[in-house]
């Protein structure tokens, strides 16, 4: 009996030292610097009730990769990035639409809706380059508009934030 408290009590000692520092809200630390912060609607956070990623932490969550066509680009573009969903998720988004906001404040509220029915990413890398603020990094938000021509209409235009810095869920 007291062997396998022992046994017990080592395993779950291990098991907590082995999983790495999480806040009271449920997601770990960003180790590298801050691309994404999620606030608002949600309930998971690392602290003062915000999300906050950084590069590893979504690559984590799932690379999805997308060629279609945007009206800032010539032709077809291999863009990769995480489904926006997944991300969403990861922080417990509970809402009904999402205020995206760039680095020079311009935002764009976006339907839920539209992340959790197409497969809407945050592009991390066009053409296997890296995005920098100067071409519309570090995070860029991407529409499937070449598979479902529906969303090439001007409102869902004007969702593909460049230069994202933060999501609001509401």
């Known amino acids: 009996m007291r062997q396998s408290l022992r046994a017990l009590a080592i395993a779950v000692i291990f098991s ?8 009271a809200g449920g997601l770990p630390p960003p ?38 066509t945007t009206s800032w680009t010539d032709g077809l573009v291999n863009f990769e990035g995480i489904l926006v969903r997944d991300i969403l998720k990861a922080a417990g988004a509970k809402g ?28 991390y890398s066009m053409n296997g380059e890296i995005l920098t603020p100067r071409d519309k990094g570090p995070l860029w938000i991407i529409y499937p508009w070449t598979q479902h021509p529906e969303l090439n209409v001007q409102d869902k235009v004007s969702h593909a934030v460049w230069q994202l810095k933060r999501l609001t869920v509401q």
């Open 16 to 23: 907590l030292c082995c999983a790495g520092p999480l806040s």
């Open 96 to 123: 009904t639409q999402v205020n995206a906001v760039a680095l020079d404040e311009y935002s764009s509220l976006v339907p839920m809706a539209d992340f959790t029915d197409y497969n809407v990413i945050l592009a």
């Open 31 to 68: 180790s590298g610097p801050v691309v994404l912060t999620v606030d608002g609607a949600i309930s998971k956070d690392n602290g003062d009730n915000k999300a906050r990623f950084d590069m590893d932490m979504l690559k984590k969550l799932g690379i999805h990769k997308m060629s279609t």
